[in-house]
């Protein structure tokens, strides 16, 4: 069993509610010789320095989500893909200590073959830019701007897809099209939608 890290401590009684069952995945997931950090204000386990998974708490459900979980096998069919969005994540909720300690031989099982697809390279086969929905307000910004088609050709493919994913997550037109209006003149400075 690694070392506890105490950053991982404060996390836990923050979240009194799941402070069992997140103390008990922790326990799990230290068993198996992950290293302990916080990384993007979650406990977070590494493998020769590579991200493998995280836990967390929200308000109705613990979480345990492995970052490359699409390349598991999943044979007990726990894996959830969150959004449509989410390519490569897949988590497995909680909602009580039963439930984990009744899974513990295969949540290691998960664990490992994480940790040898982490080292064995695998790749997750992303989605390419032109796998995205353009929304056809966006579009029609595009077919009249030829600056714009530039610019927005020019932006790295992340910040296309994140361009593409924000536009498209509205749901009535109207909103559409005030996101677009309203980035424009990022995506004409170069800048990705979270830029400042």
């Known amino acids: 069993m690694t070392k506890k890290n105490p950053k991982v401590d404060g996390y836990l009684r923050k979240n009194k509610a799941w402070e069992p069952e997140l103390s008990e995945l922790r326990r799990i997931i230290l068993e198996c010789d992950l290293v302990e ?19 967390g708490a929200f308000k109705e459900y613990a979480l345990l989500s492995f970052i490359k979980g699409v390349l598991l096998k999943d044979k007990k ?28 031989p295969t949540l290691k099982a998960y664990i ?5 697809n982490e080292k064995a390279g695998l790749k997750i086969p992303y989605k390419t830019t032109e796998d995205f929905k353009v929304p ?61």
Request: positive net charge; aromatic residues 8%; proline residues 4%.
């Open 37 to 55: 950090d916080i990384k993007w204000r979650t406990p977070c386990y590494t493998a020769e320095g590579k991200n493998i998974l995280f836990i």
């Open 112 to 116: 490992h073959e994480a940790v040898a």
């Open 77 to 104: 069919k726990l894996l959830i893909q969150q959004t449509e969005n989410m390519q490569g994540p897949r988590v497995i909720k909680f909602k009580d200590l039963a439930h984990i300690k009744k899974l513990e």
């Open 136 to 196: 056809e307000e966006f579009q029609a910004a595009l077919d009249n701007s030829t600056p714009l088609q530039e610019a927005f050709n020019d932006l790295t493919p992340g910040r296309q897809r994140g361009y593409l994913l924000y536009f498209a997550g509205a749901k009535q037109s109207k909103t559409r099209s005030a996101r677009v209006e309203k980035y424009i003149p990022h995506i004409l400075n170069g800048k990705g939608i979270d830029d400042e």
